[in-house]
T-cell receptor, first 114, second 112 residues
Framework: DQQVKQNSPSLSVQEGRISILNCDYTNSMFDYFLWYKKYPAEGPTFLISISSIKDKNEDGRFTVFLNKSAKHLSLHIVPSQPGDSAVYFCAASPSSGSARQLTFGSGTQLTVLP | DTGVSQNPRHKITKRGQNVTFRCDPISEHNRLYWYRQTLGQGPEFLTYFQNEAQLEKSRLLSDRFSAERPKGSFSTLEIQRTEQGDSAMYLC??????????FGNGTRLTVT
């Protein structure tokens, strides 16, 4: 039972264009969402988060959008750069303060073409 | 901030052998997590410590798995009588309070 789903295993984008990575969740108890980036042979690195009280959070080139009614979130990267090529994981938890574990999606491999 | 350190980076073992992995969290982080990641999947939660207390264990953590965090500092994850299905990347993460998890680079286990 996958509670967090990333239905696109891969995405290719031209440098300078926008990258949009999508994530769907099924557990209505999830209240806090994060995106992690992972390079080969390294652990995941935190990128950006959003609480359910907001529908958008922005940090430089990265913006996360949350649609609670659709149980959907997306990560926008603009402009995309070759160094953004990595696997991106969406993750969710009941709250930011919860000591409970995160539930991760299966990841999307982003390739930014020069 | 030297980051979360995991050793060894790679471990190859024969089925039936025991293995132990070590994780050194970021020094001021009181919470430590173990995750497992298999090919094509995201990390899956195994267990969680707050200081030296193991507060939660996943159903994925069979009786062959044991984790410790003596004195609330480094942690070890031991797998007894390894099986081929245990082959995976084992990730350790730590955090202080409500901050996002900081992951180590993982230990890749191959059971032959």
């Amino acid at each position: 039972d996958q509670q967090v789903k990333q239905n696109s295993p891969s995405l290719s984008v031209q440098e300078g264009r926008i990258s949009i990575l999508n994530c769907d969740y099924t557990n209505s108890m999830f209240d806090y969402f994060l995106w992690y980036k992972k390079y080969p042979a390294e652990g995941p690195t935190f990128l950006i988060s959003i609480s359910s009280i907001k529908d958008k959070n922005e940090d430089g080139r990265f913006t996360v959008f949350l649609n609670k009614s659709a149980k959907h979130l997306s990560l926008h990267i603009v402009p995309s750069q070759p160094g953004d090529s990595a696997v991106y994981f969406c993750a969710a938890s009941p709250s930011s303060g919860s000591a409970r574990q995160l539930t991760f999606g299966s990841g999307t491999q982003l390739t930014v073409l020069p | 901030d030297t980051g979360v350190s995991q050793n060894p980076r790679h471990k190859i073992t024969k089925r039936g052998q025991n293995v132990t992995f070590r994780c050194d969290p970021i020094s001021e982080h009181n919470r430590l997590y173990w995750y497992r990641q298999t090919l094509g999947q995201g990390p899956e939660f195994l267990t969680y410590f707050q200081n030296e207390a193991q507060l939660e264990k996943s159903r994925l953590l069979s009786d062959r798995f044991s984790a410790e965090r003596p004195k609330g500092s480094f942690s070890t994850l031991e797998i007894q009588r390894t099986e081929q299905g245990d082959s995976a990347m084992y990730l350790c993460a730590s955090r202080r309070g409500h901050s996002p998890l900081h992951f180590g680079n993982g230990t890749r286990l191959t059971v032959t």
